[in-house]
């Protein structure tokens, strides 16, 4: 069961070092100084967690992954040497997905699509800050990316079916997973790994009640709190 995330366990999350991030609460940013690694990240380390467990699914050559977030396409290139699977990756960015474009110009196994997946078509504005690129949070740098209903784009792929969804859009996650589940998409998604994050306006209270809808459809098989979770179908 997904355990409920108490305010003052966001002290730290994803950082080893000191540096900050703007922890929202409603509509006031507070900075909060980070210092050293909480269990959870710790614990995730002596896994190493970003090798095994965020790699570690029952796939074949048949089958499609989603990668939703693709940034330098690193998670899809080890899926893809893993189990010689079909990898589609996402990526708004037009730098990123360029990148990602060369990087696997000659694998017909990976698909590129320059748009970011959501609840609707339209664009919007993005802070460009590498891995931490998002359209919710202010920056220096700024463009227009492209978003894509996710419905439309399963449909358009012939996605009936997915063995594998990974979701890491700088909390734009909240809005993509409340819509599939509203729409029943998320049924058709068998693994979904996804990073939550806590800049977002009441961020904990929007992740326990997606946790609480997934539990329809899904259990947790490991749980990080806004580092990685993944949540597996229930199968009849």
């Not at 380390?45 to 977030?69: F, H, I, M, N």
């Not at 189990?83 to 110009?105: Q, S």
């Not at 589940?181 to 996804?194: E, H, N, P």
Request: hydrophobic share 40%; proline share 5%.
């Amino acid at each position: 069961m997904p355990r409920p995330v108490a305010i003052d366990t966001l002290r730290m999350r994803l950082f080893s070092d000191r540096r900050f991030v703007g922890a929202v609460r409603g509509a006031r940013a507070v900075v909060t100084w980070l210092s050293a690694p909480n269990p959870a990240v710790r614990r995730w380390r002596a896994l190493e967690g970003d090798k095994t467990l965020r790699l570690d699914y029952d796939l074949s050559k048949d089958s499609t992954v989603l990668d939703v977030g693709g940034f330098e396409g690193q998670w899809a290139s080890d899926i893809v040497a893993m189990y010689g699977c079909r990898v589609h990756v996402f990526e708004p960015v037009p730098e990123f997905a360029e990148r990602i474009g060369r990087r696997f110009a000659r694998n017909p196994l990976v698909t590129v699509h320059p748009v970011g997946l959501s609840s609707r078509d339209g664009t919007a504005a993005v802070a460009v800050a590498g891995d931490a690129s998002s359209h919710l949070r202010p920056g220096d740098s700024s463009m227009e990316i492209q978003l894509r209903d996710v419905e439309s784009v399963m449909g358009e792929l012939g996605c009936k079916q997915v063995d594998l969804m990974k979701v890491n859009i700088e909390g734009a996650e909240y809005d993509l997973l409340d819509y599939m589940i509203a729409r029943g998409l998320i049924s058709r998604i068998r693994d979904l790994q996804v990073q939550f994050h806590v800049f977002v306006p009441n961020a904990v209270e929007r992740m326990n009640a997606i946790r609480a809808a997934l539990e329809a459809t899904h259990y947790p098989t490991y749980q990080y709190d806004f580092l990685w979770e993944n949540w597996r179908r229930h199968e009849s």
